[in-house]
T-cell receptor, first 121, second 107 residues
Framework: GAVVSQHPSRVICKSGTSVKIECRSL??????MFWYRQFPKQSLMLMAT?????????EQGVEKDKFLINHASLTLSTLTVTSAHPEDSSFYIC?????????????????FGPGTRLTVL | GIQVEQSPPDLILQEGANSTLRCNFS?????LQWFHQNPWGQLINLFY???GTKQNGRLSATTVATERYSLLYISSSQTTDSGVYFC?????????FGKGTMLLVSP
């Protein structure tokens, strides 16, 4: 269980165009999803937290008008990179949070999608 | 925010060798996760371990929350274990990642 998919896996676009990345939880419902960015040989940096039915919460330094996030259903969140530029080229990874409740104890675990490699020419 | 440090940054092993990866975190956390990022970029959940010890096959993890560190043990390493190992401190559902340990297991 806890499978997360992303589409597309790879995209190449021209500077100035917009790109939409989809993140889906396949076998569970996720009220909360997260979007990360990873540069080569670096760690993952949280960009924003996406909550179903409400506005996303962006981390400091992340432009919300440039990285539009929509979480319209319990299984789908989308990230749209608007007016992409070469510096937006990166590996974008989403995750979905599973809320487990064994024996009455709640805890959260994040499961990650396979990532989307964006190259802006 | 929480600082997460991993060591060593790089590790080269001969197939069959054992290794220990360390993760230190600067503040109290709700939980601690270990991941393996394969060469294609997929993050694979290894352990969700707020405290104590868990084992899964050749891998095991121990978190000592009171001392703010976690250890990942890899025994009898295989070439397929190669990749980057990340730990992430969990606080109020937010993950803060360390910089990772890049592991190369040679045949």
């Amino acid at each position: 269980g806890a499978v997360v998919s992303q589409h597309p896996s790879r995209v190449i676009c021209k500077s100035g165009t917009s790109v939409k990345i989809e993140c889906r939880s396949l076998d569970f419902q996720a009220t909360t999803m997260f979007w990360y960015r990873q540069f080569p040989k670096q760690s993952l940096m949280l960009m924003a937290t996406s909550n179903e039915g409400s506005k996303a919460t962006y981390e400091q330094g992340v432009e919300k008008d440039k990285f539009l996030i929509n979480h319209a259903s319990l299984t789908l969140s989308t990230l749209t990179v608007t007016s992409a530029h070469p510096e937006d080229s990166s590996f974008y990874i989403c995750s979905a949070m599973v809320i487990r409740d064994p024996a009455g104890v709640s805890y959260n675990e994040q499961f990650f999608g396979p990532g989307t490699r964006l190259t802006v020419l | 925010g929480i600082q997460v440090e991993q060591s060593p940054p790089d590790l080269i092993l001969q197939e069959g060798a054992n290794s220990t990866l360390r993760c230190n975190f600067s503040d109290s956390v709700n939980n601690l996760q270990w991941f393996h990022q394969n060469p294609w970029g997929q993050l694979i959940n290894l352990f969700y371990i707020p405290s104590g010890t868990k084992q899964n096959g050749r891998l095991s993890a121990t978190t000592v929350a009171t001392e703010r560190y976690s250890l990942l043990y890899i025994s009898s390493s295989q070439t397929t274990d190669s990749g980057v190992y990340f730990c992430a401190a969990v606080r109020y559902s937010t993950l803060t990642f360390g910089k990772g340990t890049m592991l190369l297991v040679s045949p």
